[in-house]
């Protein structure tokens, strides 16, 4: 039986420790979706199909939403 790959949400994924977070889970086949407020302009974050970025302030409700529903994947939030 094939194993699902789980996914994790990495707030401040853009650079430093959230950086290296996010490079960390893609190393372990994790999905993951990397937010911050200019994560899509940061240049720290590999090119993967399994990591979707997510321009947002996780303080904003609607953020919140958009992270946790805006993957081009359909993937199981863990």
Not at 10 to 17: C, F, L, N
Not at 41 to 52: C, G, I, M, R, V
Request: charge should be positive; aromatic fraction near 2%.
């Amino acid at each position: 039986m094939a194993k699902t790959p789980k996914t994790v949400i990495v707030t401040g994924g853009s650079q430093g420790i959230g950086s290296g977070a996010v490079k960390a889970f893609l190393d372990r086949d994790y999905n993951v979706v990397a937010t911050s407020r200019n994560v899509t302009k940061s240049k720290e974050l590999p090119s993967s199909p399994k990591l979707t970025l997510v321009d947002g302030d996780i303080r904003r409700r609607g953020s919140c939403r958009k992270s946790s529903g805006n993957s081009h994947q359909h993937i199981r939030l863990d």
